[in-house]
C-alpha cells in the first residue's frame, strides 16, 4: 500500500487558507490526512451544543481533493467546562495531588465520570462522520501514558485498583501470599485496606508496585476498548488505530493493540536520540539522522502488536520538546520513510503539515513554515512519492531472528533491579543493534508467539518466564540464546523455587546461585577459545553440567550450551556479543554481512533497501548489491550519506 499522510489542524488556520493546502497536499503526492486529537473544544464549544460545520467543511474539503482522512477522537483534551463540571475527572500525580487543566492529558482512565464522557463525544463524533466516504480509518485518543499519565493515584484509581485486586486474587488471603506480605509486617485484612504503592517511607513492596503496572496498562485498554467498540458499531469495516510512542515500556502494547487493526506509532528519531541515555559520542555521531537503529527498533516492535501498522507521525524537521532540537540532515526525511516501509508500514505521515505561531508547540517544524513556505523535507517527500511507484506494493517477509519482549519482565526490572547499571530495554536494544550490525532481520516479538519460521531466538533478559514459553520454543526447534536474569522472577515477582533460570532449564539444565551488578567502569575478563572479551555491569555464577563455550577470570561458565539451547551470563561487550551472534548464524547456517556503524540492511519480500546513516560514500558491493545501476529500483552501489539503495533478489 505504502501511502504518505500527514498531520493536519484545520481549527488552527483561516478557512480561506484549507482549499489550497488541501491541493499542494494532494500535489505533494500525499493519499491521507490526520484530524481531529485535539479538536474536542472546537467540536463541543459548550456542554451537549455541537458545532460540526467547521468539521463538515474541512472533511469536505481534504475529500474533494481526493484525500483519505483519518479521523481522531478528540478524548486526549476534555474541555474546561468539562473539568469545571467534574474537577474529579482530573489524573493525580504520586504524591497526592490532582494535576490541573492547560495542557494535554489531563485526565484519569479510571474515572467512572470521564469513561462515561469519553464514550458519550465519540459516539457523537462515530454517528455522524462513521459512514462519511472520506473516513477510512479511526485513531483512538493520542499518546496514551505519555507525560507520565500511565499511573493516576485519583481516588477513582484506588477504588478501581482495589476491585482490579480482587478480580484477580479473588482472597486476601491469595493476595497477601502472592505480594509476600509476611515480610516487613505488610499484611492485610481486606482489598479495602490496600492503597497503590506511592508515597511510602522507602521502597515499596515490589509485588504490590508489579500489580500497580499491570492495573495501570490494563485500565488504559479497557478505556481504549469502550472507544473500539463504539467505533465498530457506528463505522463498521474502517481500521482503527492508536499513535503509540517510541521507547514508551509503561504500558503492554501487545495487549492493547491485540484489540486494534493498526498499531501505529510517533518516530522522532533525533528529539528521542537527545532525550535518550546514549553516550556522548554517539549522540554527536547522529546529531542529524538519530541512532541507525532506534526508528528500526520501534517499527519492528509496533509491527508484531496489531495485524497492520504504520507510522502517524515521522519528524519532518526540528522538534520543540527535546534538551536539544537539532534539524535532520538533507535526506533523512526520505530515509526515514523509506526503512518505515521496508519493515512493512503501510502507511507513514508526517507531523505537522505547517508550524504553528501560537500554542506550546511553536518551535516545531511542519512541512511549510509559519507563513506557508515550502520547507526542505517538501523535496525529499516530493522525490519519495514518485519513487514508491517503481517499487510497487510492499511484500511481507519473515525475518530469521527473533527477540523476545515483554512487558511485565521489563516493569518487574524497573522496580527492583538490583543495581543502576543496564536495563532489560537497554540490554534488548544492544542485542537488537549487534544482530543489525551483521545484516540479520530480526523481529521483536511478544512471549506469547509461536515462533515458527525463525531459526534464531534470542531472550535477552526476560525475567518472567513461563513454563507454556519455553514448551513453544522447544517445539519450534530454533537455536535459542538467554541471557541474564532471565527466568529470574516469578509471575508474582518472586524468585522461583527452582531458582533462575525457571523453566529455560526445561531447555539447558542448570540453576543460576548468584547475579551481581557492577559499576559500568568495571570489566570482567572472558575467554573463548583460549582468548580474551570484555564484558561488564552484570555477572551470574552458573552451575551446570551443559557444555562450557566461555568462561569468566575464576573459572566459573560464562556461556554454556545444551543441544541448540545458550545461556550467556553476563552482558557482553560488543566484541563477545558479536562472536556469540556469530556462532549461533553459524550453527543455523545463516548468512552474515557486516554492515559496520552507519549501513543498514532490510529485506521486504524480494526488495533488498540499504539505509546510510552516516556522512560518507559507502560501496554497497561488498554487500552483496548489484553492479549495474539498471538493477536498483532507488539508488545505485555507491550510496551517499542520508542516502537508500533497493534492489530485487532472487
Known amino acids: 500500500m505504502m501511502k504518505l499522510g500527514v498531520c493536519y489542524y484545520p481549527e488552527h488556520w483561516p478557512e480561506s487558507d484549507w482549499v489550497d493546502d488541501a491541493r499542494r497536499m494532494k500535489k505533494l503526492g500525499l493519499d491521507r490526512v490526520r484530524i481531529g486529537e485535539f479538536a474536542w473544544s472546537q467540536i463541543e464549544p459548550t456542554p451537549g451544543a455541537y458545532d460540526w460545520s467547521w468539521l463538515d467543511r474541512a472533511i469536505s474539503v481534504l475529500h474533494a481533493e481526493g484525500l483519505e482522512v483519518i479521523l481522531c477522537t478528540p478524548t486526549a483534551t476534555p474541555p474546561k ?3 469545571d463540571q467534574h474537577p474529579d475527572i482530573l489524573p493525580w500525580d504520586k504524591h497526592g495531588h490532582p494535576k490541573q487543566f492547560g495542557s494535554r492529558r489531563h485526565y484519569c482512565f479510571s474515572s467512572p465520570i470521564y469513561r462515561r464522557e469519553s464514550a458519550r463525544i465519540v459516539s457523537a463524533l462515530a454517528a455522524r462522520y462513521g459512514e462519511h466516504p472520506a473516513v477510512v480509518m479511526w485513531q483512538t485518543d493520542n499518546e496514551y501514558g505519555h507525560h507520565d499519565t500511565h499511573e493516576s493515584f485519583s481516588p477513582d484509581a484506588v477504588r478501581a485498583f482495589r476491585v482490579w485486586l480482587q478480580r484477580r486474587y479473588k482472597s486476601i488471603e491469595a493476595l497477601n501470599a502472592a505480594w509476600g506480605t509476611s515480610f516487613w509486617s505488610q ?76 498499531a501505529t506509532w510517533d518516530s522522532y528519531p533525533i528529539g528521542l536520540l537527545s532525550e535518550g541515555n546514549g553516550s556522548k559520542e554517539n549522540k554527536v555521531r547522529w546529531l542529524r539522522s538519530g541512532h541507525p537503529d532506534f526508528a528500526a527498533f520501534n517499527h519492528d516492535v509496533f509491527r508484531n502488536c496489531s495485524p497492520h501498522w504504520g507510522v502517524m507521525e515521522q519528524q519532518p524537521g526540528p522538534v520543540n520538546w527535546a534538551t ?21 508500514a503501510d502507511f507513514v505521515s508526517y507531523f505537522r503539515w505547517r ?81 543489525r550490525r551483521l545484516g540479520l532481520d530480526v523481529d521483536l516479538v511478544p512471549p506469547s508467539s509461536d515462533f515458527d519460521g525463525y531459526e534464531i531466538v ?18 519450534a526447534g530454533a537455536t535459542v540464546l538467554a ?33 551481581e551488578s557492577l559499576p559500568p567502569f568495571v570489566s570482567l575478563n572472558v575467554e573463548v577459545d583460549g582468548k580474551p572479551y570484555v564484558a561488564s ?113 532472487g
Open 81 to 83: 467546562w468539562l473539568v
Open 187 to 262: 499484611m492485610y485484612r481486606s482489598f479495602d485496606e490496600i492503597d497503590p504503592p506511592n508515597a511510602t517511607v522507602t521502597e515499596a513492596n515490589p509485588s504490590h508496585r508489579l500489580d500497580f503496572r499491570r492495573f495501570s496498562s490494563n485500565a488504559i485498554c479497557a478505556f481504549n476498548k469502550e472507544q473500539v467498540d463504539i467505533l465498530r458499531r457506528l463505522s463498521p469495516g474502517r481500521p482503527i488505530a492508536h499513535n503509540y510512542i517510541g521507547d514508551f515500556t509503561r504500558l503492554d502494547h501487545h495487549e492493547i493493540g491485540a484489540g486494534l487493526d493498526v
Open 324 to 344: 536539544h532540537n537539532a534539524a535532520p540532515a538533507p535526506g533523512m526525511v526520505r530515509l526515514w520513510t523509506w526503512e518505515a516501509f521496508a519493515h512493512g
Open 355 to 435: 508550524q504553528v505561531p501560537f500554542g506550546q508547540e511553536q518551535m516545531h517544524a511542519g512541512l511549510l513554515t509559519p507563513d506557508r513556505r515550502d520547507t526542505r523535507a517538501v523535496s525529499e517527500i516530493l522525490q519519495l512519492s514518485q519513487e514508491r511507484e517503481k517499487v510497487g506494493a510492499p511484500e511481507r517477509h519473515c525475518p530469521p531472528v527473533a527477540i523476545v519482549l515483554d512487558y511485565p519482565s521489563l516493569w518487574q526490572h524497573e522496580i527492583q533491579p538490583q543495581g543502576r547499571s543496564g536495563s532489560v530495554l537497554e540490554m534488548s536494544r544492544v542485542v537488537y543493534s549487534a544482530c
Open 458 to 475: 534470542i531472550l535477552p533478559s526476560v525475567p518472567i518466564l513461563d513454563a507454556g514459553l519455553c514448551r513453544r520454543l522447544k517445539d
Open 483 to 515: 541471557m541474564p536474569l532471565t527466568g529470574s522472577r516469578t509471575q508474582d515477582g518472586h524468585i522461583p523455587t527452582e531458582l533462575a533460570p525457571g523453566s529455560f532449564s526445561d531447555l539447558l539444565p542448570m540453576r543460576i546461585e548468584m547475579f
Open 537 to 649: 555491569q552484570w555477572r551470574e555464577s552458573i552451575v551446570s553440567e551443559a557444555e562450557q563455550l566461555a568462561w569468566f577470570e575464576n573459572g566459573e561458565p560464562a556461556w554454556v550450551r545444551y543441544g541448540h539451547a545458550h545461556y550467556l551470563a553476563c552482558w557482553p561487550g560488543d566484541e563477545l556479543l558479536s562472536l556469540v551472534l556469530r556462532r549461533l548464524c553459524q550453527e543455523v547456517r545463516l548468512e552474515i554481512r557486516e554492515t559496520g556503524f552507519d549501513i543498514r540492511l532490510r529485506r521486504a519480500g524480494s526488495v533488498q533497501y540499504a539505509f546510510n546513516y552516516g556522512a560518507d560514500v559507502f560501496d554497497l558491493g561488498d554487500l552483496g548489491a548489484p553492479a549495474g545501476l539498471e538493477s536498483y529500483l532507488i539508488g545505485g552501489r555507491q550510496i551517499e550519506g542520508a542516502g537508500v539503495s533497493a534492489w530485487r533478489i
